[in-house]
């Protein structure tokens, strides 16, 4: 047998070629998401053309532009996609700089992104930063809430037949409610024994999130093997000793998953506990505002907002999920 040792898998290759395999392997991994995304962009942008058809053509017939059909009440019987069959130029060129469009194009929402997070100052009723932190405040106290009381609920529920037996189908049955009728209900009966500001909206977030951890945590608690469950009857643990040393431990990888869904399940819980407050500030009050007076560039905007705030929460729990599981040597 030859004593040379194996070469490492990149030995040899120097630092240009190094990086060059790393950008290569990164275009790799984002090349399908980049085409899915230009895709939906694409589409977005097509969708604008019939969808604003309508006030493509009034304002081409403002303009002076000869349009087909030439009567307004000819255009209000027809659809939009007839329309812009019909007046191709006069729809498509008019579709995509629309002060108040009934589908804004992806790059009027990009710019109102822009302009009300970095171009107005975090203090200004129109800054999206300010709006979500508002926002934010309720959906982390209701994430804290939901999520203990799903651990607790799940902890109780696989330790006792009974809960298993009583708890669980009502946990259940409560996520068929929908959040929409139940949320007034909160707001008004929290109102009338003087409970107001952030904790009604939490509860309505809690509400929504303790069902997902305490469904993952259940499966979790579940998931050592029995041969491990005998091995710690066998040293005599107790079951607050084989909660803390085998069952909680196996269920950490459950925990964070469902963790995942329910921040995002307790910023809307958030958004919609500010829907019957008639709140002036906060995400579901920039929709709120953008519905009345027929802003849906503001809508949208807002929209995707709660998407990337959302998305900044679920990638701070996956970042403290790889560093805890790494520091357990469960990875």
């Known amino acids: 047998m030859s004593d040379t040792p194996l070469s490492a898998p990149g030995a040899g290759i120097g630092r240009s070629g190094k990086v060059a395999l790393a950008l290569r392997g990164t275009a790799r991994r984002a090349g399908p998401v980049l085409a ?14 019939p969808m604003n058809a309508q006030n493509s053509l009034l304002l081409a017939e403002r303009a002076g532009e000869t349009v087909t059909p030439a009567t307004a009440a000819e255009r ?22 629309q002060d108040r469009p009934r589908l804004p194009s992806p790059h009027q929402v990009a710019v109102e992104l822009w302009d009300s997070t970095v171009d107005k100052k975090i203090t200004s009723k129109r800054s999206l930063v300010r709006h979500a932190g508002i926002t934010l405040a309720p959906t982390l106290l209701g994430f804290v809430i939901g999520s203990l009381a ?5 902890v109780g529920i696989v330790h006792s037949r009974l809960m298993d037996l009583s708890v669980m189908p009502w946990a259940i049955a409560s996520q068929t409610i929908p ?3 139940i949320a007034p209900m909160i707001i008004v009966v929290l109102n009338s024994v003087g409970i107001q500001g952030v904790l009604p909206k939490a509860i309505i977030s809690a509400y929504l999130s303790f069902f997902p951890v305490t ?20 040293w005599n643990a107790s079951g607050l000793r084989t909660l803390v040393s085998l069952r909680l431990p196996s269920s950490l990888p459950y925990l964070f998953a469902s963790l995942k869904i329910a921040v995002a399940a307790a ?19 920039r929709l709120l505002a953008g519905s009345y007076y027929g802003q849906t560039i503001q809508i949208w905007s807002a929209l995707f907002g709660a998407a990337i705030v959302a998305a900044l929460l679920v990638a701070a729990i996956g970042l403290t999920e790889r560093v805890t599981l790494k520091r357990m040597g469960l990875t």
């Open 267 to 285: 910023l809307v819980g958030a958004i919609v506990g500010e829907f019957p407050t008639g709140a002036v500030s906060g995400l579901g009050a």
């Open 179 to 181: 959040i929409l009728a």
């Open 150 to 154: 799903g651990i607790a609920l799940a």
């Open 215 to 234: 469904v993952g945590m259940v499966k979790g608690l579940r998931a050592p093997a029995p041969a491990d469950l005998d091995l710690m009857r066998t």
């Open 36 to 49: 899915v995304v230009v895709a939906l962009i694409g589409l977005w942008y097509l969708a604008c053309i």
């Open 76 to 97: 209000r019987s027809m659809s939009g996609l007839a329309l812009a069959l019909a007046s191709p130029g006069a729809a498509v060129e008019h579709a995509f700089a």
